[in-house]
């Protein structure tokens, strides 16, 4: 039996969605081309079919339940099992329709398969970024953040409220010129994804390093409607390598000591032998206070020269009992005589029972008390 749907013929074969006619026990009476294309049943075949015989067997007590409310609810989320036995995603509208005929009801069904691929992909790109150990930020096309996750805000110290809606200048160091972030937006304008290393500050002051990635978001026009930023925190990386730079410094510094050390120890070996000579053969007492204070300055400068070697080598590594007194020695010998502290008088106090520590000699850090 076919039911008149129109007075201008069957118009609902024009419809995009699939349509289903059903009378009171389900079966299936009438249906549009949509129907039998989308679910790969011939025409002859549908109308030997009830709804239910459609839907898939887990899924078919739920919508039987749905089909039961007789109106109440009107719209589900369910599947369509086509005669190929391939599943589709629909969205099922139910609505009732009166005619001359008698009360029945219409299906609505729209393939709903590829949306819920790209939710399901949404869902997934979302917790990826959302628990992901990496700082991520999403901006607007004017460089307003819309989105941070839980890793960016751990890492920049401000919380998802104070971020979102701000600019991230807030992070701003200053140790990037006007001219390298105008570099950057142009760069990203044009569409080209920008890599490169940033300096920013966290909420309490504190430096943190990162490797940014800055992708554009552009839409199905082609426009720039946002910006992707991925961080990768490389603070910890950016303080081993200062120490790194540092420790080949001391080594160079080392190495020049102990050539200045071999290049002057000869001379002043010489002239000390001088001295003494000279002492020894004269009874001038101005001669002889001045000859002394020469021994004296030769002896200091050969002092700085063995410190400045012994304090720059390389360190082993090696714990070993230590005298933090000679410690603190060495390093006082190697700074009393700048210029910057002629006017300063070291004075230690050493407690004369102090135990040898188990340490790293070079490595040790003593903090002066005031």
Do not use: C
Not at 94 to 113: M, P
């Amino acid at each position: 039996m076919k039911v008149p749907l129109s007075k201008y013929g069957r118009v609902f074969d024009l419809m995009p969605e699939m349509i289903f006619v059903l009378d009171g026990s389900n079966k299936i009476i009438d249906h549009n081309l949509a129907a039998a294309e989308g679910t790969e049943y011939g025409a002859e075949e549908l109308p030997h079919m009830t709804i239910e015989q459609l839907i898939p067997n887990d899924r078919r007590s739920e919508f039987l339940d749905f089909v039961a409310q007789n109106g109440s609810a009107n719209t589900t989320i369910t599947q369509i099992a086509k005669a190929n036995g391939g599943m589709m995603d629909v969205s099922f509208d139910l609505k009732n329709l009166a005619s001359s005929l008698g009360t029945f009801r219409v299906a609505i069904v729209r393939d709903i398969t590829e949306e819920r691929k790209k939710e399901l992909d949404l869902l997934r790109f979302s917790n990826v970024i959302e628990n992901t150990i990496n700082p991520i930020q999403i901006t607007d096309a004017k460089g307003v953040m819309v989105y941070v996750n839980p890793a960016f805000a751990r890492t920049s110290g401000y919380s998802r409220e104070e971020l979102i809606g701000n600019n991230p200048n807030i992070l701003k160091s200053g140790k990037h010129s006007k001219t390298f972030w105008g570099e950057v937006w142009k760069h990203i304008l044009a569409g080209n994804v920008w890599v490169g290393e940033v300096e920013n500050r966290r909420k309490d002051g504190t430096p943190f390093h990162t490797e940014l990635v800055l992708s554009p978001i552009i839409d199905a026009d082609g426009a720039v409607v946002g910006f992707l930023g991925a961080h990768r925190d490389i603070t910890g990386q950016k303080i081993l390598e200062q120490q790194l730079v540092r420790s080949q410094r001391m080594e160079a510094i080392g190495t020049l000591a102990a050539g200045i050390a071999h290049e002057v120890g000869n001379p002043l070996t010489s002239i000390s032998s001088l001295v003494q000579v000279i002492q020894r053969t004269t009874h001038d007492s101005f001669a002889i206070e001045k000859l002394e204070m020469i021994k004296n300055q030769i002896n200091r400068i050969a002092r700085i020269i063995r410190d400045l070697v012994d304090f720059s080598r390389p360190s082993t590594y090696v714990v070993k009992p230590t005298d933090l007194h000679q410690v603190l020695h060495d390093a006082l010998n190697i700074v009393r005589y700048g210029k910057k502290v002629k006017n300063i008088e070291f004075v230690s106090n050493l407690a004369d029972d102090l135990p040898k520590l188990r340490v790293v000699p070079d490595q040790a850090r003593l903090r002066a008390a005031v």
